[in-house]
Antibody
Framework: QVQLQQSGPGLVKPSQTLSLTCAIS??????????WNWIRQSPSRGLEWLGR?????????DYAVSVQRRIIINPDTSKSQISLQLNSVTPEDTAIYYC?????????????WGQGTTVTVSS | DIQMTQSPSSLSASVGDRVTITCRAS??????LNWYQQRPGKAPKLLIS???SLQSGVPSRFGGSGSGTDFTLTISCLQPEDFATYYC?????????FGQGTRLEIK
């Protein structure tokens, strides 16, 4: 059974860096047909895809334009996890953050999700 | 970006009813269309991928159809646990985008 376990702080100060991790069990972060995503959800923005990392003989990343200058998603094969780093946060980054798995055979539908982390940006 | 527009935004129905939710893409996305159900306080759950492929464990009263720009999610014979919010999502091209959601409420 595949599980994604998120961890990270729930409160971040404005202008600082939001850092979350997503530990993967029951699957391989290096799978040649999977993609590992970060999504956030807020009342004002709805469900917003932030980016993904995936391995196809080498590592690739795709990022949403809205955050691409501030975001880094990294895989960590030794720990079987992915991480999200979002720099220079503002109150508009307040949201529930999710990691999710997607597979090519499933049209990259996100079939396994983390439990979600509520992140508040406030001083 | 590909815009996804769902209708209606909210819907009231009764147990046993048949309901249809539509999703329109701003450009053709072939069948790279997925449907999710989200209950309050929970992560979204993938119901249907590739426009019509029911995920394992999802009841057969859920069905999806469409291709190109127009898609539908149909729930036949609504059950109490089906009252939730539903989202469509396109994965044809990045950035991956979601519809704004359809809230299904009990009449």
């Amino acid at each position: 059974q595949v599980q994604l376990q998120q961890s990270g702080p729930g409160l971040v100060k404005p202008s600082q860096t939001l850092s979350l991790t997503c530990a993967i069990s029951g699957d391989s972060v290096s799978s040649n047909s999977a993609a590992w995503n970060w999504i956030r959800q807020s009342p004002s923005r709805g469900l917003e895809w932030l980016g993904r990392t995936y391995y196809r003989s080498k590592w690739y990343n795709d990022y949403a334009v809205s955050v691409q200058r501030r975001i880094i998603i990294n895989p960590d094969t030794s720990k079987s996890q992915i991480s999200l780093q979002l720099n220079s946060v503002t109150p508009e980054d307040t949201a529930i953050y999710y990691c999710a798995r997607a597979y090519e055979y499933n049209a990259y539908g996100m079939d396994v999700w983390g439990q979600g982390t509520t992140v508040t940006v406030s001083s | 970006d590909i815009q996804m527009t769902q209708s209606p935004s909210s819907l009231s129905a009764s147990v046993g009813d048949r309901v249809t939710i539509t999703c329109r893409a701003s450009q053709s996305i072939s069948t790279y269309l997925n449907w999710y159900q989200q209950r309050p306080g929970k992560a979204p759950k993938l119901l249907i991928s590739s426009a019509f492929s029911l995920q394992s464990g999802v009841p057969s009263r859920f069905g999806g159809s469409g291709s190109g720009t127009d898609f539908t999610l149909t729930i036949s014979c609504l059950q109490p646990e089906d009252f939730a919010t539903y989202y469509c999502q396109q994965t044809y091209r990045t950035p991956i985008t979601f519809g704004q959601g359809t809230r299904l409420e009990i009449k």
